[in-house]
């Protein structure tokens, strides 16, 4: 049918097809990986390619936050708070070791040990900083994902279910840290096994 | 440019100052100056405005914390024991007080000449920690003096705009001291070591037997 010019899809497909070839970034960076965000936009690597290169200025008309560096804890409840003000669908993609866990900066005192403990975050990249081609990855991977995503049924995006809240506490500035550290309803530590210490030797 | 040239003359033109020639030992042998409070901005536009000086550029501003310490040395007193007179090994404790102190690097850009070295002190490193400003005299110190003023806790009287620069204005803490003790969030460390792994090992037992508990109490 297709030589005769007609096309058959499901409405998934193409609804689907729509949102990944359309995502629009928030126009934000935060340290050094935004350099190399910049970069993945420009003629060399082209991010217009997958339909990225409308980086909006407000985050009323953004996709996708790509978190492009060290998030200091005073920036934390700001990049909260774009977070919340993006309209569904979005996506998030945690860009370099400082976005993911804080990075160099881990033990720091005025470093977040990475921004998912604040909001869910789809996409993580490694690197410090990471090249353009690992940005590039990631966006292919967030399009596969969204590619993937069910419109209906238990595991349909949260976007279209309505009891899923897309909005996240802003953290407050407290005397010693941030109130509270982390959100616990989004992040939870992850039980490590840390190899040769006293735990590992206990558990056994 | 010889650094104690440059305090005699000072200690000639500003009447009363009292300077203390700091004594660098290491090979790179850049000694300081350290100024009294009550002189400071004497000195400090004196060495801004005098022809042969005019240090008219400050590059740097930067905060030392030196936490009190207290020195034991042995020493040997003849002391009268059981009628006898016997040389006597004593240990000696002596405490020196803590205090915070600001280096202030200055350059001539005028002359082509610098840098040199001044030093303030604070009385001591917790009730008073003041310290009058530099920034009427070299405007370049006045992001600095407010991060040392965030970060060491120094207050520079006279500073125009002295809020905290790198923090927020509720945080308590001045995160550069030595004592300063950061936010315990060890929980999550997935290359730790040293400390910080015992610290990420303490949070990782209690977060089993956390789940033990839980586990046991269903």
Known sequence: MSKQGIVTTTLQELYNWGRRSSLWPLNFGLACCAIEMIATTMARYDMARFGAEVFRPSPRQADLMIVAGTVTKKMAPQVVRLYNQMPEPKYVIAMGACAISGGPFKQGYNVLKGID????????IPGCPPRPEALLDAFMSLQKMIDAQQLTGPNRPRHLNADAKSEFLVPEFGQHDLEPAQNSTV??????????????KSAK | MNLENIKSEIEANVPGCQLEFV???????QHSLRLDHAHAIAVA?????????RFDFCSN???????????????????LVDGEEKEVEEVRKTTIPGTLEVVYHLFSVEKKHGPITLRMSTKDRESDVHMPSLTPVWRSAEFQEREIFDL?????????????????????????????VAPDDFEYEPTAHD????????????????????????
């Not at chain 2, 536009?45 to 000086?53: G, H, K, M, P």
């Open chain 2, 23 to 29: 004594l660098n030992p290491s090979p790179s042998a």
């Open chain 2, 152 to 180: 060491f806790g120094v207050v520079f009287d006279g500073h125009p705009d002295l809020r905290r620069l790198l923090m927020w204005p509720d945080f308590i803490d001045h995160p550069m001291r030595r004592d300063y």
């Open chain 2, 61 to 79: 501003v930067t905060g030392i914390d030196w936490p009190a310490k207290e020195l034991t040395e042995k020493v040997k007193v003849k002391k």
């Open chain 2, 195 to 218: 400390d910080v792994l015992q610290r990420a090992n303490q949070h990782q037992s209690e977060a089993i037997a956390k789940l033990t508990s839980e586990a046991e109490g269903k």
């Open chain 1, 117 to 124: 403990r604040y909001f869910p975050v789809d996409i993580y």
């Open chain 2, 45 to 53: 536009t004196y060495l801004r405005d005098a022809a042969d000086l």
């Open chain 1, 187 to 200: 992040w939870k530590a992850p039980l490590v096994q840390i190899s040769g210490t006293e735990t590992d």
